[in-house]
């Protein structure tokens, strides 16, 4: 195991102080319990986001803790659910009275964490609602989860939920328009390698230089099929025509179009996805409206991708181009 780290114990705690030290102007950091907060929380007025997992994914979700996304992020330990008194210290950190929304992947121990955390809450006289994402098509129940697996379409739900509370919506408005995200998004994924858990320290599962994994959970999760490595061009079509058959997405739909690298992706790479996706919403009347490419839902340093495509209406395309100012997402600021 080759990794820039000290102490695999270690590491979550000192990503956190390096995320204090390098955003000082965006983030506040708590380590006992842990959990992440914009720097000017709570804000007035607002209806605050509170999401997390998992550490492992960066830069999901402590990552888009800022103006514009989430009022805060709770880290778990690598591949591991946050805790419920993470979350519950988090929700009353952020919360201005105007009532807080749990955005939550639906991993069996995020959501169930999340729920405990919830009516923790509530039992304080904090209004609290919860959104579970459950985009990934490639398998039904797993090893994580009951159902679907949350993935891509996170990182769009907390953009868009993010904007709308900005603009001072109520907390059933904001909620809304998460919950429309999850209903018109898609994500599936695929892997090159494996990747290592810090504390373990060799690869999560063993996958031969000639195979790929299509279908893989960012945890690791065994996909579809394993098959023999394929172009970006076949891979690309084979994840495309899963998502787009799904929902299903019809010509004349306006899309979202999001090609994520799982690590240790390089950017080149996903590029060249991006134009393979791009030619095959084409060919089925899929307009690309607005896109992102990058690796923002990692699995540590996992090779491979994933696309997510979001179906967009007038309010989703206004909420995901307002100003977003955050460690990992910004523009328009």
Request: a negative charge; charged letters at 25%; proline letters at 5%.
């Amino acid at each position: 195991m080759k990794k820039l780290i000290n102490r695999p114990e270690d590491l979550v705690r000192e990503e956190l102080e390096g995320m204090a030290l390098a955003h000082p102007e965006l983030l506040r950091v708590n380590l006992e319990p842990a959990y992440v907060v914009r720097r000017d929380a709570p804000v007035a007025g607002k209806v605050a986001l509170v999401s997390g997992g998992g550490s492992g994914h960066e830069p999901m979700h402590a990552g888009f803790v800022g103006p514009g996304m989430l009022d805060a992020a709770c880290p778990g330990a690598v591949f591991t659910s946050p805790t419920p008194d993470q979350i519950v210290e988090a929700t009353k950190a952020v919360s201005s009275g105007k009532g807080v929304l749990h955005i939550v992947k639906n991993y069996t121990g995020d959501v169930l964490n999340f729920e405990m955390a919830a009516d923790l809450a509530r039992g304080e006289g904090i209004e609290v609602e919860a959104v579970i994402i459950a985009d990934d098509v490639a398998v039904k129940d797993s090893l994580y989860t009951a159902g679907r697996r949350g993935v891509g379409a996170t990182v769009v739900a907390e953009k868009v939920a993010g904007a709308a509370a900005a603009e001072k919506r109520t907390l059933s408005e904001v909620a809304a328009v998460c919950r429309k995200v999850q209903a018109q998004g898609r994500s599936m994924g695929m892997a090159l390698t494996s990747c290592t858990v810090p504390h373990v320290g060799k690869p999560t599962f063993d996958l031969p230089a000639e195979e790929m994994e299509i279908g893989i959970g960012i945890h690791g999760e065994p996909g579809r099929s394993r098959m023999k490595l394929k172009s970006a061009a076949e891979i690309t079509g084979i994840l495309a025509a899963a998502i787009l058959d799904d929902l299903p997405f019809r010509r004349g739909d306006e899309v979202l179009a999001f090609v994520n690298g799982m690590g240790g992706t390089p950017l080149i790479e996903l590029y060249v996805v991006f134009r393979e996706l791009s030619r095959i919403c084409e060919g089925r009347g899929v307009r690309i409206a607005r896109s992102l490419v990058g690796s923002y839902v990692t699995s540590l340093e996992m090779a491979g991708c994933s696309l997510t495509l979001v179906r967009l209406d007038e309010e989703l395309a206004r909420l995901w181009d307002a100003p977003v100012k955050t460690a990992g997402l910004r523009w328009g600021t």
